[in-house]
């Protein structure tokens, strides 16, 4: 080795001195690996080539550009499929449970408490059916608490399954549901039709109780453990999965983990608090380089039970390997508005469920449904090579440019924490991709 290797810091001052709109990145370690933005490729290379390219030799540079095939086609513009092929039926926009830090506002979005009537669930069903572009579409229920409607929730999947067939299309079904109000009934439904689980449970009884409660401030796991023990324990053709909000009263994660590890899910996503009622729960600038080492923590402890086991538990990591690993190179965050839309309990149309209500993501009405203009205008605007700070992120294929619906009511102060933890990961890539290559291939590690 002819240098030493530099710090990351110096990684970081070199690329925001060298390169504004950086192609590749130097990922610092015990081999010099560099990333390859425009195709999401991951390289081994030399001491001395790393050495030379941290310092933005220009020998090393195009030496760089020469040995891989330029991969500006990689990177493609998303547009607005002609009908969205996925939907979110906003069933209740109501829910049984006063969270503390609720974005939704217990669902109502600042608005009344209302269900949504079955004609609205069925009139929005039969639109995206008839005039999905794929052969296999998506239905989503949320709330507030969808199982508030139970109704309006059976009888559109027994609908939807019904003109699906006849139309010779596939449809898959999700929930996500605080589990607090499932009974026997509903337990057989999520399992004879194959929904997508998504259960809100912060973590072990005290953590989760702590902001978790009912309208009479009691704490609620008792009821979803109960209620959930069924499915746990015999899910049939459903897929369960824990999502925890992390707020800053407790930024740890490994525990978290552990604790809903112990009640039995074998798929748990964490999801930080970027927006709240109560300011104070809320991320503050301060608190991200503290959940980055939490998320360390927990990918660390995971990498034992992936070596003995073979499979992810904790679906953060999974997420960002699995997308490392098929070499996703995205120009925005989400299929939100792409070909993903979400629909209020009065049948009108949002770009997803973070945004029901609000004007400035309104899409469409019932009676007309999504305009494909309003939703073309949306994405274009958005595209990561668009905007600042995003086009001159390395990062900005990984990320996407983050979430709509938080960048606008947030800001982008989480940004330096998606850029350590995209790293890590990639690292993490390159050892699980070494010592255990079939965790790829695995039908266990198969994501949603």
């Known amino acids: 080795m002819k240098s030493s290797l530099p710090t990351p810091a110096e990684l970081s001052l070199f690329e925001e001195a060298n390169i504004p709109q950086p192609w590749f990145h130097l990922i610092a370690g015990s081999k010099p690996l560099v990333f390859l933005m425009e195709n999401s490729r991951l390289f081994e290379v030399s001491p001395d080539l790393f050495a030379a390219l941290a310092i933005g030799d220009e020998e090393a540079i195009a030496e760089l550009r020469e040995a891989v095939p330029s991969a500006h086609d990689a990177v493609q513009a998303w547009h607005a499929d002609a009908e969205p092929s996925s939907i979110s039926l906003n069933l209740a926009q109501s829910c049984n449970l006063a969270c503390s830090y609720c974005y939704a506002d217990e669902g109502r979005f600042g608005g009344q408490q209302r269900l949504m009537p079955i004609e609205v669930a069925i009139a929005t069903i039969e639109r995206l059916i008839e005039q999905a572009p794929k052969r296999r579409v998506t239905i989503g229920f949320i709330g507030g608490e969808p199982f508030l409607n139970r109704d309006t929730l059976y009888r559109s999947v027994e609908y939807a399954t019904e003109l699906a067939a006849r139309r010779g299309i596939s449809v898959g079904f999700s929930i996500t549901t605080n589990g607090t109000l499932l009974n026997q009934s509903d337990i057989t439904l999520l399992r004879e039709n194959a929904f997508a689980v998504s259960v809100s449970i912060d973590g072990g009884a005290t953590m989760h109780d702590l902001h978790r409660t009912d309208h009479r401030g009691t704490g609620s796991f008792g009821t979803v453990v109960r209620n959930l023990r069924p499915l746990l324990d015999d899910p049939g053709r459903a897929r369960i999965a824990a999502r925890s909000t992390v707020t800053r009263s407790d930024l740890r994660v490994l525990e978290r983990v552990e604790a809903l590890c112990a009640i039995g899910f074998q798929e748990i996503g964490v999801s930080p608090l970027r927006t709240s009622p109560d300011p104070t729960l809320a991320f503050t600038p301060d608190d991200w380089s503290i959940f980055l080492k939490e998320m360390i923590r927990i990918a660390e402890a995971e990498w034992q039970h992936l070596l003995k086991r073979g499979y992810f538990r904790f679906s953060n990591l999974a997420i960002a ?128």
């Open 321 to 448: 390997l699995k997308e490392i690993h098929r070499g996703s190179c995205r120009p925005l965050p989400c299929g939100s508005a792409a070909n993903y839309v979400s629909v209020s309990a009065e049948g009108n149309y949002f770009t997803c469920h973070r945004t029901i209500d609000d004007s400035r993501f309104a899409l469409g009405t019932l009676t007309e449904g999504p305009n494909q203009a309003e939703r073309e205008k949306f994405l274009q605007a958005r595209l990561v090579d668009t905007q600042e700070p995003c086009r001159s992120c390395w990062a900005r294929y990984l990320c996407g440019g983050g979430c709509h619906a938080e960048v606008i009511a947030s800001g982008r102060d989480g940004c330096d924490y998606i850029r350590g933890w995209l790293d890590y990961c990639l690292r993490y890539y390159d050892r699980a991709l070494s010592e255990r290559p079939d965790i790829f291939s695995s039908p266990h590690n198969e994501l949603p």
